[in-house]
C-alpha cells in the first residue's frame, strides 16, 4: 500500500487504474487528481443531483472517498460533473441494464443503445420469451452497402444513427415495411474513418467498418432462418455480435450476461471452446441458465464444470422474486426477469441500475459504517429520479427507485467489522422509508448488493467482494487501449506489454495486457486457503445479512470437489442462492486470465525490474472534449 501526495491509500496497481479509467482531462490541459475527481463528485453532487450536502456532511464525504473507506460507482467517478449527465440523465449513471428477448425489435436496438452508453447488459433468453416471436420474413435479404447519397439509408455519425441501422435491418427481416423494402441499400459515407480524433474519450474512431461486419453477421443469421422462427441460440448470436461491434473500438465498452433454459442444449454449448468451431463472438457474455429448483439441471450442465467448456451460471428467479435478504418475504420484487452481467443486481424488463462501494476493512466503526452509507446512498437516490431518452426505462427506474450499496474487502474485514452489516442494513432500510416519504418518492424495491468490484478494488488493493485473494503472489492483467497514453508509460516502466490475443489465437491490435507483479498483505484469505464449500457460505452469509438483491461471486472449485459441490447445492441451492457461479481455480485454459499465481522469487524479479508508476499527469494530456464518437461512452 502507498499514499501519495493526496494521503490516498494506493495499492501497488491502484493509482494506475484510478488515471487509466476515472480521470478526466481538466479544463487546464491537465488530467485530474484523485482530491479533484472527488470535488467534482461533491459539486456534482450539489448542482447536478441537487442532493442538499451539508458543509460539514461534505467535509465527511471527502474525507472518506480519499481515504477509500467507500465510493461512488465508476459511472458516476467518470461522468458526474459533465455535460453527458445533462444530456443523457439516468443513461449516464447507471451501471447496468436487463432486457428481456420477447420483440424481434425493441430488445436488440435497446441493448445496442445501452452498451454504447457504457452499461452493462443482461438478457433473457429462455424459450418461453423467444418461442413468441414471429418467423423470419421468407422474403428477407440482407441489406446492401453502397457508400453513396442516393441510398436508402444515410448512417448518422452518432449513436443514434448506428441503432437505426439495426432497427431497419431487423425491421425488414420481420415486418413488411413501405419504408424499407427487403435488401434496402444504405451509406455509412457520413460515419468518421478509422484513424480520425474520438472526442470525449481520447484516442481514434475505429470506422464503420466494425458496424458494417456487424450488420453483415447478423444478416447472414436471418437470412439462414427465413421462413422460421429464431432460437434461443440464434438471439445470443445475435446480443454477441452487437457486443463485438459496441467493443471493437478503442476503448474496451461492453459486458453482457445471457440467460437462458437449464435444459437447452444447443445454449449450454454454444462456449465448448474446445470444439474448435464456436466464434468469437461468443466470448462477448457471460452465460447462465435459470435453474428454481436444482434438480431441473441435466448431466449436460454439469459436464459445463469438467473442463474445456466454460461453466455456466445458476439463475434462481423464484428465489429473486420472492426475498430480499434470505428469510425477508416482506420485500418481493415480482417483476423480475434478470440479472445485470456480474449477476448481483435482480432486474426488470428495461431496467437499469446504479451501485456504490463500501470498503469494508477500511472502516473504522460501526457509527463510520452507517454513515459512509447514508450518504453514498443519497447520492444514489437523487441520481434515480433524472429522466432517461427510453421511457419504458425511466418508469421502471422511477418505480423501483432500485440501487445496490455493496461491500468490498470482506474477507480482509475483521469479524468485527462483518458482523456490523446486519443491524446496518436495518437502519439504512429505515432511512430510506423515512428519507423516501419527506421527498414523496417510493421506498427502493432493493437497496444492497456485493458484487465482484474488479476494478474499484483495486483502488485500495482489497479482495474484490466477498472473493478471495486469486493467490498470495500473481500476475494482475489490466486492459488497455492500445492507442491510450498510459501503454507507452507502462512500458517505460518497466511493464510487459502485448496484444490481447482473441479466442482463435489471432491478436486483437485494439486492446493491449499490461502485466503487473501483484501481492496480497500477509493474512489475506487467498483461494488455496479456503475449499469450494467455504466460499459459498460466505455467499449464503451475505445474502442473509446484507444482500437484498444478490450476492456476485465466482466460487474457485478443483475438479475432485465437483462432487461435494452438487451436494452441498442439492441441500442448499432452492433456498439459500439467487445467483452463483464457479471458475476452475486453475486449468481453466484461459489466454491472458486476470490473475496468475507465481512464485515470490518472480514477484520478487518482477518488482525489481519494473519502476512504481505515479505522478504522471503530463503523460496523459488526452484528447478529451464533449462528446465521443457516435456517442459511445466505455464501461467504468
Known amino acids: 500500500m502507498q499514499e501519495n501526495n493526496n494521503n490516498t491509500p494506493w495499492s501497488s496497481v491502484g493509482y494506475l487504474t484510478y488515471k487509466r479509467t476515472y480521470s478526466r482531462l481538466k479544463q487546464d490541459g491537465v488530467t485530474e487528481e484523485f482530491p479533484d475527481t ?26 472518506y472517498l480519499t481515504k477509500l473507506k467507500g465510493t461512488v460507482a465508476g459511472r458516476f467517478l467518470w461522468q458526474l460533473g459533465t455535460d453527458t449527465v445533462g444530456k443523457l440523465g439516468l443513461a449516464s449513471l447507471q451501471n447496468c441494464a436487463f ?23 443482461g438478457y433473457n433468453i429462455q424459450r418461453e420469451h423467444v418461442d413468441n416471436l414471429p418467423p423470419v420474413l421468407s422474403t428477407f435479404k440482407s441489406p446492401v452497402r453502397v457508400d453513396s447519397p442516393d441510398a436508402d439509408f444515410i448512417v448518422p455519425d452518432t449513436r443514434e444513427g448506428w441503432v437505426q441501422l439495426l432497427h431497419h435491418t431487423l425491421s425488414t427481416a420481420f415486418f ?125 450442465f454439469w459436464k459445463t464444470y469438467e473442463g474445456g467448456s466454460e461453466p455456466y451460471g445458476l439463475i434462481n428467479l423464484k428465489l429473486s422474486k420472492n426475498c430480499g435478504r434470505l428469510g425477508e418475504t416482506q420485500y418481493k420484487d415480482p417483476d423480475v426477469k434478470g440479472f445485470n452481467p456480474c449477476a448481483e443486481q435482480s432486474l426488470a424488463n428495461f431496467e437499469t441500475c446504479c451501485l456504490a462501494e463500501v470498503y469494508l476493512s477500511n472502516i473504522e466503526s460501526y457509527g463510520e459504517l452507517v454513515d459512509v452509507l447514508k450518504l453514498l446512498y443519497r447520492i444514489n437516490k437523487h441520481s434515480l429520479r433524472l429522466p432517461c431518452h427510453h421511457k419504458e426505462t425511466e418508469a421502471i427506474v422511477h418505480k423501483n427507485m432500485r440501487m445496490g450499496i455493496g461491500v468490498t474487502g470482506y474477507l480482509q474485514a475483521t469479524e468485527e467489522q462483518r458482523g456490523w452489516l446486519s443491524k446496518a442494513y436495518e437502519e439504512l432500510r429505515a432511512f430510506d422509508k423515512d428519507y423516501s416519504e419527506a421527498h414523496g418518492w417510493p421506498v427502493s424495491i432493493k437497496l444492497t448488493t456485493t458484487k465482484p468490484s474488479g476494478t ?104 475432485e470437489e465437483l462432487p461435494t459441490i452438487r451436494e452441498y447445492l442439492n441441500k442448499k441451492y432452492n433456498k ?61
Not at 500477509?522 to 464449500?533: M, P, Q, R, Y
Request: charged share 25%; aromatic share 8%.
Open 38 to 63: 472527488v470535488d467534482r463528485i461533491l459539486t456534482a453532487s450539489r448542482d447536478q443531483l441537487e442532493v442538499g450536502f451539508t458543509t460539514e456532511e461534505e467535509d465527511r464525504l471527502r474525507y
Open 99 to 121: 432486457v428481456t428477448v420477447d420483440h424481434p425489435i425493441r430488445p436488440f436496438t435497446w441493448a445496442f443503445d445501452m452498451l454504447m452508453l457504457g452499461s452493462g447488459v
Open 176 to 300: 413488411e415495411r413501405d419504408s424499407y423494402k427487403p435488401g434496402f441499400t444504405y451509406s455509412t459515407h457520413c460515419v468518421r474513418s478509422k484513424g480520425a480524433p474520438i472526442k470525449g474519450f481520447g484516442g481514434v474512431a475505429s470506422g464503420p467498418e466494425d458496424l458494417v461486419r456487424g450488420i453483415e453477421q447478423i444478416s447472414r443469421l436471418l437470412e439462414q432462418r427465413r421462413g422460421k422462427k429464431l432460437r434461443p441460440i440464434n438471439c445470443l448470436d445475435i446480443m454477441n455480435i452487437i457486443g463485438s461491434v459496441v467493443v471493437a473500438g478503442n476503448v474496451r465498452r461492453s459486458a453482457q450476461i445471457a440467460i437462458g433454459d437449464c435444459d437447452d442444449v444447443e445454449y449450454l454449448k454454444a462456449k465448448n471452446w474446445s470444439s474448435g468451431s464456436i466464434p468469437n463472438w461468443r466470448a462477448m457474455s457471460n452465460n447462465s441458465v435459470v435453474c428454481n429448483d436444482i434438480e431441473m439441471l441435466p448431466d449436460e
Open 456 to 559: 474499484l478494488s483495486l483502488l485500495p488493493g482489497v479482495t474484490p467482494g466477498v472473493h478471495p485473494g486469486y493467490a498470495q503472489h500473481m500476475i494482475r492483467r489490466i486492459r488497455i487501449a492500445s492507442d491510450h497514453a498510459l501503454v507507452q508509460v507502462c512500458k517505460d516502466h518497466g511493464y510487459p506489454v502485448e496484444f490481447q490475443r482473441k479466442f482463435d489465437g489471432t491478436e486483437d491490435h485494439s486492446t493491449v495486457v499490461v502485466e503487473f507483479p501483484f501481492s496480497y498483505p500477509e493474512g489475506t484469505v487467498l483461494a488455496s486457503d479456503v475449499t469450494a464449500i467455504d466460499q459459498l457460505k460466505w455467499v449464503e452469509r451475505l445474502q442473509r445479512e446484507w444482500s437484498d438483491n444478490s450476492v456476485s461471486c465466482t466460487v474457485y472449485y478443483t475438479a
Open 576 to 636: 439459500t442462492f439467487k445467483t452463483v457461479s464457479f471458475l476452475l481455480h486453475s486449468g481453466h485454459g484461459f489466454d491472458q486470465a486476470p490473475f496468475e499465481e507465481i512464485t515470490k522469487e518472480e514477484y520478487d524479479r518482477r518488482v525489481a525490474s519494473s519502476r512504481l508508476i505515479a505522478g504522471f499527469s503530463e503523460a496523459l494530456e488526452l484528447d478529451l472534449d464533449s462528446e465521443c464518437a457516435g456517442g459511445v461512452c466505455p464501461i467504468r
